[in-house]
């Protein structure tokens, strides 16, 4: 095996004077430096130069090719690393050769490096941060460098020290044999996990010697020796010289910690990565000894040399056995930012919520909930209990999709910018969802949110029409800004004067049930009615705003013939229809891919929140590319973080999901089988009313004496799902007297089956008790 013993070409300083005049033309003198397995020289010119000459052992040409590739390679990929820059020989060469008893030794000659080796340096943990983002992008430059002569099985290679525990009898002091011995046998044990990590072309030997820094510049000025390289795991390379640096005395949990803080910075680990590190480490410790012992029989002036290292090493490997696998991992798992993530240590008492966030910011439920994951359609507390989300929208196709979850990473590790500038994943976007709209609805606006997109969309209608005027339905809800809370009632903000509001459709409308005659008649004439007093206000319609399912009105399904009713004087008037698709676009109505197309209706601009991101936020203003060139024109138009390439990665990925998972099929068989589900459940009690809405938004009414006894068991209900059954439903509607049931579209049969079965027990256990407490 390679590196057990020493053995250097027996090259002398003027051979090596020598060789500088006949290979390089250069006069120098020499001066001998460390080497295991090469000789080295420093070289000085008269006129200051200074420069490294290595004189490779004969016989190893594929390891001198792997070095002269590996440099080539470095200088390509990552010119401002500090690593060696080969010097070719007078002939163009990188290799010359020097011929010893019929020995012929290639030689190569690199531009001195300066600093002092981190072993003799003062090292802080800003310095070992810095080591470790050195070594973070030197993974990240050698990805894709291979060569043959990177399998070689050398004795510095951990994964060798269960082949070289044979010689633990050799290690002194005695004490340290057993704990060798058991470092092999986790090492063995822990063979195939390695086997299974990201493996690479690594360094492997980055320990205080190969490494220069300057310390008052807290920088790595020279990361050198790449004689030792292997294929091994990307953790291999900080492991070791986390190893190295215990040696140096630096506490193994906190300062080498340091180490991998700066090395993910550069090159993501991964959790199974930090597992394998304690394993290693002590493997490197082991391995030391081994050598050393192997030595002490075989090579007495290799085992010199190493002496020192050794006894270090030995002390190394106690203090790593002191602090214990668990402590040592838990603190690594910190600094690389692979602690588990739900692993939330956050207090989030209420207090300290209120103090911090204002105690009228909204919380749901009684008892509120702490949530650390999401995972589909379910959520989970800090104890791991899974909750059955049956509320949440925003993520759209599951809770952390991993299709948008890597999407994500892979677009913010790459590029986050803005619309400034040339992107092509932002046009991909828009082709993609303009290609599922109607035709004149071709070119798109990107904001941050629902409200944002209303509100633009708000502003884009008054422009285009030169009215004033705004039309939306009783207790509509459109977001947040100055603006657009004056078209959203559901908010209870001051009545605008420019704002009037339509009764929503009879409870109980069904999309595939014509209406009665007089109920259209009486649609009509509201709307009609509406317009008048805007007009006896001073203003004509610029917009309706609709969303389509009617949502925080108490969730409705009006037919078409409703709509028309409805929307057609307000056409006449001149208004633009602006269709809200915040809450019901993408598939959710089950049989439309738009909420919009459900109704009959054609807006003319249409807006985007919410599910478009699935959690990444993200808003989309889609009208005629008319319109918005007109706006443009007038107003200018830019938003900082609309439209980043990371949205419209996000955005793609879920556009993608929808269609591989053909979730706006599921959203219709679940939500027609969950609806059955409820009918059946509010047939048997008194409580419980119609089922409203469609897909995968239902809407489940809640019965009381006065519409207060409704409101008062509808919460009862919401928090008795959430509390005994973790199951997290909303309420809904001007009286807040509907369950509202909006799941994640991956939601399925037999998460309709949960949500029923707890409805049921919830209503029967709140409706027997509240009999037996009034009689
Ligand atoms: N429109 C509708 C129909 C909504 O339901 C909402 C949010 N609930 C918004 C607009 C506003 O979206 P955001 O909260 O992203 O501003």
Redesign the pocket.
Known sequence: MLALSTSPPPASAAEAERLARDLYGLAVTASALPGERDRNFRLRTADGRAYVLKVLDAGHEAAADCLVRVLRHLEEQAPDLPVPRLVPTESGTDLGQWTHEDRRCPVCLFAYLEGEPLAEAAADAALLYEVGRTLGRLGRALQGFFHPALGVEIAWDVRQLPRLAAHADWIEPRALRQPVLDASAALEHRLPALRRLRAQAVHGDCHGHNLLVDTDARRVTGLLDFGDMIHAPLIVEPAVSMAEFMMQDAAPGEALGEVLRGFGVERRLDEADVDALFDLIAARHATTLLVQAWRSRHDPAGARELERTAAHAGRALDRLLTVGRAAATRGWHAAAGTAPLDDDRSIVDLGRRHRLLGAGAELFYGRPLHLTRGSGVWLYDPEGRAYLDVYNNVPHVGHSHPGVVNAIQRQTAMLATHTRYLHGRILDYAERLTATLPAHLDACIFVN????A?DVAWRIAQFATGHTGGVVMEHA????TDAVAALTPASGAVHDPRVVTLAPPPAGARASHALDPADLTAAARDTRQALDSLAARGHRPAAFFL?SAL??SGIHDPPAGWMEAVSAPLRAAGALIVG?E??YGLGRSGTHFWGFARRGLSPDIV?L??PVGNGFPM?VVVANRRLIEAFQAKFGFFSTFGGNAVAAAAGLAVLEALERERLMHNALSTGEYLRARLEAVAARHEALGRVRGAGLLLGLEVRGGTPGQARALARGIVDRLADRHRVLTGLEGPDAAVLKLRPPLPFGPAHADLLAEAIDSAVQALTSRSNSGTT
Not at 477 to 480: F, P, T
Request: hydrophobic content about 10%.
């Open positions: 949110s629902g409200s944002e209303n809800y459109h977001g947040i969303d949502t925080s809200d915040v809450q807006t929140g919410k808003g």
